[in-house]
């Protein structure tokens, strides 16, 4: 497996999950998590990397990679506001934006990550509970079909019941494409999750 100390990007933006899960959008920070792990800053790396570059656009990138001690790698997105069309869109970018990344400076391709990565978006359970969108939302979105929080939390418990994990936002089509494995956390499973490894 690839240490991520031997790549002088990855060893450059080192941080912990606490500090790469901050949201400061608002006037109130908030952590998604308080978990002093070791991580890359992943939104760091990609600065860096793009600066050489000279891109007109500047891609978007997941928040953190953490090696789990267990012989893979993690991907973490960190998304405190509501999941919506245009959000999961987003995360979709990310997700690739970060796969091209990665593999660029690690020399791998994406079977490496196949076999030795996975990915967890960590979301706010409270917010994408409830299902209603804001009068705003709603008007841009009247055409399409609205993501249903209700259902994606009905369908990790019958999940649960079945022994089987339910990924939300769509972003299953993930796993065994660009990943190993991919889960959608709320904050408490995440910190269950980390308390394992």
């Known amino acids: 497996m690839i240490d991520l100390n031997a790549y002088q990007i990855f060893a450059d933006n080192l941080s912990t999950l606490k500090e790469t899960s901050l949201d400061n959008r608002d ?41 789990d001690g267990k012989g893979y790698l993690v991907f973490v997105e960190f998304k405190n506001g509501f999941m919506d069309r245009l ?9 690739y934006d970060s796969a091209l990344i990665f593999t660029d400076i690690t020399s791998t391709g994406i079977s490496y990550m196949r076999d030795h990565v996975k990915y967890i978006l960590v979301y706010n359970e409270t917010v994408n509970r409830c299902n209603t969108l804001d009068e705003d939302l709603k008007k841009k979105q009247k055409t399409t079909v609205q993501p249903s929080p209700s259902f994606d939390s009905f369908a990790k418990n019958v999940g649960k019941c079945a022994n089987e994990e339910y990924v939300c936002f769509g972003l299953k089509m993930f796993q065994n494409y660009c990943f190993k494995e991919v889960h959608t956390y709320t904050e408490a499973e995440f910190d269950d999750y980390l308390s394992t490894l």
């Open 87 to 95: 959000k999961q869109f987003a995360v979709r970018k990310k997700v």
């Open 27 to 67: 006037e109130q920070q908030k952590y998604m998590t308080l978990s002093t792990r070791k991580a890359v800053n992943f939104d760091g790396v990609k600065e860096e990397y793009v600066k050489l570059l000279g891109v007109s656009e500047i891609p978007k990138s997941n928040d953190a990679l953490f090696d």
